[in-house]
């Protein structure tokens, strides 16, 4: 019980002391990628410089999918360990999530311009993102639909597990139908399909994004932690519907100075 | 046992009303069906080439018509405490639950299938694959949708938000059952899709239940 | 907590102290959360078989939400149920077989009979063919025999309730969970519903009701749930 | 017809004699109809300006019926209701606008506050935005203030019949016709609603009310609806 | 004038929750017209040939999936007998929940249906004519909608009974708003269509909310 109440708190300090460095690393880290993509690596033989979306497009793609699974792993966690924390965790998640597969799908079709001809196509591999995309939206509506927090947390849990049955479909779909998008080339079994010069900026973007991701994450876990917060200290002071029965409640030691306003 | 059959026998009594005529049910599918050719416009050739997604497409409106119905009433009445409080776990009153779902909206398309496929004229070689693959694919609609209606008891804007979860879920088995038929249509084999869709409703059948029963479970808390 | 520390009916000697041995429902200092707040705190009873315990306490007190708690259907935020010596969190199953639950709605369906309905709930809790008699005992106990093959749509409210605890006789069940069952009930209502009560008691059955009205209770215990709202809650801070 | 035949509180030396005059709402040998049986026939009474009449009876007696029909939602199956000079069917539209009607059920929706609600209920009776103290008003006098803003799917039954009836007070209406209004209500709550009915009929309003419970109103009249269950049928053999 | 914008607003705030986002309508609709490209098949030709057909037909189920939480809620929970004893004639609450309705679900559409025809790629052409159509015809699905509402009320089976009486009455919009749009696509005026949509839509204003009214105070008497 106890440790449980503190998780929390010591998650607030620990990502406060974080923070920071994430939030430079992720500048660095994205200022270098671009660079190498767009200035240093060289033009695609066929594709020509329209290869450089894939700099943008195959990282979000990879977070797009590795954002739900994370965030499915917290719900799940959610569920049985009934951790505080996982909760939270999987609903901040989840909008960056759903920005990155945003993100695929428009850088997608816009490579699909050049490369097929068109913007959109109803093949599977990018009809299953739209449907991730739709996931991701439909989570964070369930989570928001409730008026009592709780109810939403467990409820988008449950839907999160639940979807994860299009992960497969997406990672696959390439494989499963013969679909106008390319098959991996980079996380596939067997050695990777593509020349180092394009490999290398592709990892280094990746591993910006990730770092994006660990940052934005934090920076909304923290505000959610202090909205929940606030939520509890409010309704506990509503006493029940009798005169005089007010149960005063001692604003504890946790309430953020920016939760005390709210308060009075 | 008889709590297994009480259950679906009440269900369905209260979705066809006391058992009565499933005919209002068919009567939908039809005039869903016949409103096609009217916006479509009645060229037969565009129609016969998208009979099947038409046919799957009914069957998810009309599953998704009737989700909202399936835990709301018992939810607002209190009924839903009682199935929670009954001996027999909450999982199996899901499944029967599910099952007279889908007797009720998806039961009849199948049997009707035949019969609808004439009016959207659907290649007859295409007619096996069609109703195998409803057969197939409508018990997952009923299982997927039990769990989204479960999830969104309570919920403000319930309606929009059960179509909002459900419809992605609902993509799968569409691909696939209306893969099948163009398939078959088109002389080709429709196994593989028949075999997915027939995954995909063994591996919900017992995912979906557990859910739902976890989704009641915190709305009733 | 003089209020909640309570002895069974005289007919039953063994009382609170030999209360554990008859397997008798203990609460040990329940809290319970709905939502985020914290709705009561440190409330601890017991009920031997026989006994019953009125919960009393103002619109918003909590009575309602422990019956539930009891019922299984909330987890309690603090504290414990035991059922004899074994925890109810133990086996949910064993104690939702041997419980019946009337709440403030009385789960009747427009579109069915009182007899169908009664029908339900007794399959529901595995009772086959051979109960129509006893549904038809039930109706004729609560007076609902002439109106026992009306849809209940055509119910009024008095009728409706009477219906929802007419659930309580058709398939019998040691623990009665009855919140507010005199709603909307008539005179003639509510004695029948003392008589029920009482029957089930000398049975060695036991009941938790919430009310608001004085009901003649042969040695019944009260909670003043009241007295059991939480001054702060110690997890306001942590908010959980 | 003693029990119908009644004189309004002594407040009112007008009474039934000039209460024509004064506009009592009068009611003549009614008879009610629910589907296709008869479920009262032959009640007649007054309720001259400051009255109050409490009906009483079993359950299904047609209490709920009756009040129904007074609103004006169901037709007589006989007999004619009167206001002042004019028979009611003569101007729906004003008779609804002088009348709040509080039925076995509250109309209070999950979604929505309880302010919102009161403000909801307010507008519809033509009232704009003027009257948000009135609604503050009403809430505190019935001790919800504290859950005002809360989603209503947090109220307790109580708290929900307690929203119900501060309807009654955010717009002024002459006529309330209030079914089992103390359901689910505490000692403290069915006290508030003593009050506010005496309030209101010392405002020269009336009050028709069905219940079960003894309530403490100055100088009531009772209506038995028992004693004017129809002997028989006369449309009996026609169907059914 | 209070009461009217009263009803309204509340209708509009229960529909979509405290005004919150359309956007879960409009994300309903871009499902749900995502869904016929899944059945029917990738083909653009087809596609585009069936677009206008698809978009309404969206309009048309959008519509249908509320209609029975339309008074529904209110019979149940004993806040339409308030509805018919408010001062207000009852009509015009009919008509301010029909209104609150149709902002609810045919103006999301209206809004969206330029997107939604980039998904289905709809000849640009007939963009104007497709938006003016559903602007005139979507208001009569919900106005006369709410009499099928009405007089299902308390049926049994509402939801499927619901359906049948409506879609037959939802087949003249359909016909004519494809029509207009397919018109346009082709290069022709589709001025003939529209008008009649209007006519529709300007009949049903004053005769829906007379016959719905009728129909509730059946219900509750
Ligand atoms: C909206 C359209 C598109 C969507 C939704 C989409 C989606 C995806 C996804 C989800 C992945 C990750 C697959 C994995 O992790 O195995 C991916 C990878 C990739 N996509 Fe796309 N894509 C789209 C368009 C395109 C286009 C037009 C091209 C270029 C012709 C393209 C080229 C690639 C490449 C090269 C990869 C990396 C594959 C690998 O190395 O694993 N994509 N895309
Ligand atoms: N639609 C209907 N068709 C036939 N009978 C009906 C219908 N509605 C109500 N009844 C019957 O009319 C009688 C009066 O109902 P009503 O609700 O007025 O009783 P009541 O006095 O309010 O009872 P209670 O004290 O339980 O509220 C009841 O016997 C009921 O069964
Ligand atoms: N989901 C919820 N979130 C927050 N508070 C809630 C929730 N549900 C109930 N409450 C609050 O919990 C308190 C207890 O509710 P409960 O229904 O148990 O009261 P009660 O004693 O049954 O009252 P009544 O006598 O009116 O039935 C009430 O103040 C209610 O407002
Ligand atoms: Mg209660
Ligand atoms: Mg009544």
């Not at chain 2, 295409?126 to 997927?144: E, H, K, Q, R, Y």
């Not at chain 2, 999830?151 to 319930?158: D, P």
């Not at chain 2, 893969?179 to 979906?208: C, F, K, N, Q, W």
């Not at chain 3, 009665?176 to 005199?182: A, G, M, R, V």
Request: aromatic fraction near 8%.
């Amino acid at each position: 019980m106890i440790e449980r109440f503190a998780n929390p708190a010591r998650f607030m300090r620990l990502s406060a002391t974080i923070l920071p460095w994430c939030g430079w690393a992720t500048l660095g880290l994205l200022a270098v990628g671009l660079y190498l993509a767009l200035v240093a690596s060289p033009p695609d033989y066929q594709q020509g410089e329209a290869v450089r979306i894939m700099y943008v497009h195959v990282p979000a793609a990879w977070l797009a999918l590795s954002v739900y699974l994370l965030m499915a792993v917290a719900s799940g966690t959610a569920l049985v360990a009934r951790h505080p924390l996982a909760d939270i965790a999987a609903q901040s998640a989840a909008p960056i999530g759903a920005a990155f597969t945003f993100i695929c799908l428009v850088s997608g079709s816009l490579w699909g311009r050049p490369m097929w001809g068109t913007w959109w196509v109803w093949d599977a591999r990018l009809t299953s993102v739209l449907v991730l995309f739709f996931l991701y939206l439909g989570y964070i509506a369930l989570v928001n639909g409730f008026d009592d927090p709780a109810r939403g947390a467990k409820a988008g849990s449950v839907l999160a597990l639940v979807g994860v049955v299009n992960l497969p479909i997406i990672k696959f779909s390439v494989d499963w139908w013969n679909t106008l998008h390319q098959p991996a080339s980079v996380l596939r079994l067997g050695a990777p399909t593509i020349a180092l010069s394009m490999l290398v900026p592709l990892l280094v973007m990746a591993a910006a994004f990730w770092l994006l991701f660990a940052t934005l994450l934090m920076i909304r876990m923290r505000t959610a932690l202090n909205e929940r917060k606030a939520l509890a200290l409010r309704l506990n002071r509503a006493p029940r519907a009798r005169p005089g029965r007010t149960a005063p409640v001692a604003a504890g030691p946790e309430a953020s100075p920016a939760v005390r306003p709210a308060l009075r | 046992m008889t709590a297994l059959r009480g259950i679906f026998c009440r269900d369905l009594a209260l979705t066809l009303h006391q058992g009565g005529d499933a005919g209002l049910v068919l009567a939908f599918f039809i005039l869903a069906v016949v409103l096609f050719p009217f916006g479509v416009g009645p060229e037969a050739e565009v129609l016969a080439r998208i009979a099947a997604g038409i046919l799957w497409v009914a069957a998810l409106f009309a599953a998704l018509l009737s989700l909202d119905r399936l835990y709301q009433p018992d939810y607002e009445d209190g009924g839903l405490d009682l199935l929670a409080l009954a001996p027999l776990p909450l999982e199996l009153c899901v499944l029967a639950k599910s099952a007279a779902h889908w007797v009720a909206t998806g039961l009849p398309l199948v049997l009707a299938s035949p019969v609808l496929a004439l009016f959207v004229d659907l290649d007859p070689r295409a007619m096996p694959t069609l109703v195998a693959s409803l057969l197939l694919g409508t018990p997952f609609l009923s299982l997927i949708g039990s769990v989204a209606a479960a999830l969104t008891l309570g919920a403000r804007r319930q309606g929009v938000l059960l179509s909002l979860l459900v419809l992605p879920l609902y993509v799968p088995p569409l691909v696939f059952g209306a893969g099948a038929v163009e398939a078959s249509a088109l002389g080709m084999t429709a196994r593989p899709d028949l075999l997915i869709l027939g995954a995909l409703t063994l591996a919900a059948l017992p995912l979906a239940p557990w859910a739902s029963a976890a989704a009641l479970r915190q709305a009733l808390a | 907590m003089a209020a909640t520390d309570l002895t069974g009916p005289q007919r039953h000697p063994a009382g609170v102290a030999a209360g554990v041995a008859a397997g008798a429902l203990v609460a040990e200092d329940l809290a319970c959360r709905r939502g985020a707040r914290l709705v009561f705190a440190g409330v601890s009873f017991v009920v031997p078989p026989g006994g019953a315990l009125v919960v009393r306490g103002a619109n918003g007190a909590g009575k309602s939400s422990l019956l539930r708690l009891v019922a299984g259907l909330v987890a309690p935020a603090a504290g414990r149920l035991v059922w004899g010596s074994q925890p109810l969190a133990a086996d949910p199953a064993g104690h939702r077989a041997r419980l019946h639950y009337v709440g403030h709605q009385d789960a009747v369906k427009p579109g069915m009979t009182a007899r169908d309905t009664l029908a339900f709930w007794a399959a529901l809790r595995g009772h086959g063919r051979g109960i129509s008699l006893a549904i038809a005992d039930a109706l004729a106990s609560l007076a609902l025999d002439p109106v026992a093959d009306w849809p209940c749509r055509w119910l009024s409210a008095g009728q409706r309730r009477r219906l929802a605890l007419a659930r309580l006789l058709v398939a019998p069940a040691e623990l009665w969970l009855l919140d507010e069952p005199t709603t909307a009930l008539d005179e003639d209502g509510r004695m029948r519903l003392e008589t029920m009560i009482e029957a089930h008691r000398a049975g060695g059955g036991r009941v938790l009701l919430a009310t608001h009205l004085p009901l003649a209770l042969h040695g019944a215990a009260t909670l003043h749930l009241d007295r059991f709202a939480p001054l702060e809650d110690p997890a306001a801070e942590t908010w959980t």
